[in-house]
């Protein structure tokens, strides 16, 4: 009988002050988008893609970079659609961002697909950030190739 007492006390307690326990609700993101940036590097660089991609869907509603993040990591995980959405996100909301432009023309010559836009968006790259020409004029060069070829 003492073990049954024993038992129902520790029942009864449980019930009355184990619910009453403050409970930790977090309102805000203790982190900037900033810091969700560089965790997704982090993450990225460690082959955590869907980590990567959290934190940079975080970093998107206040940094624009983010999308190109975001496309980068779809278009390694061959998630082309999300890849061309998040491109594309990253330059209606930065339109001086010429890697994202690079990126997407890139993305539509792997895809052989879109092959005119790709180069236009080649050519605007090159025009926004001429310290990146050799990088964007490779991917213009590819694209025109790739269009001879067809």
């Known amino acids: 009988m003492t073990l049954v007492f024993f038992l129902c ?7 009355t002050f184990g619910c009453a326990f403050p409970r930790i609700v ?18 990225e660089k460690q082959g955590e893609l869907d980590n990567a991609l959290n934190e940079y869907k975080k970093a998107s509603k206040e940094i624009p970079i983010a999308y190109l ?23 209606r909301n930065d339109p001086n961002n010429a890697d994202a432009r690079n990126n997407l023309a ?24 001429p310290a990146k020409k050799d990088v964007y004029q490779d991917t213009l060069d590819k694209i025109r190739e790739m269009k001879n070829e067809l």
């Open 9 to 15: 006390v520790i029942l009864f307690a449980l019930c």
């Open 26 to 43: 977090i309102l805000d993101d203790p982190l900037s988008p900033e810091e969700h940036i560089n965790l997704g590097v982090a993450y």
């Open 69 to 91: 993040y975001m496309g980068n990591i779809y278009l390694r995980k061959n998630e082309d659609k999300n890849a061309v959405s998040s491109y594309k996100k990253a330059i």
């Open 106 to 129: 890139w993305l539509y010559y792997l895809t052989k697909e879109n092959l005119d836009e790709a180069e236009n968006l080649a050519l605007e790259a090159i025009a926004l950030n």
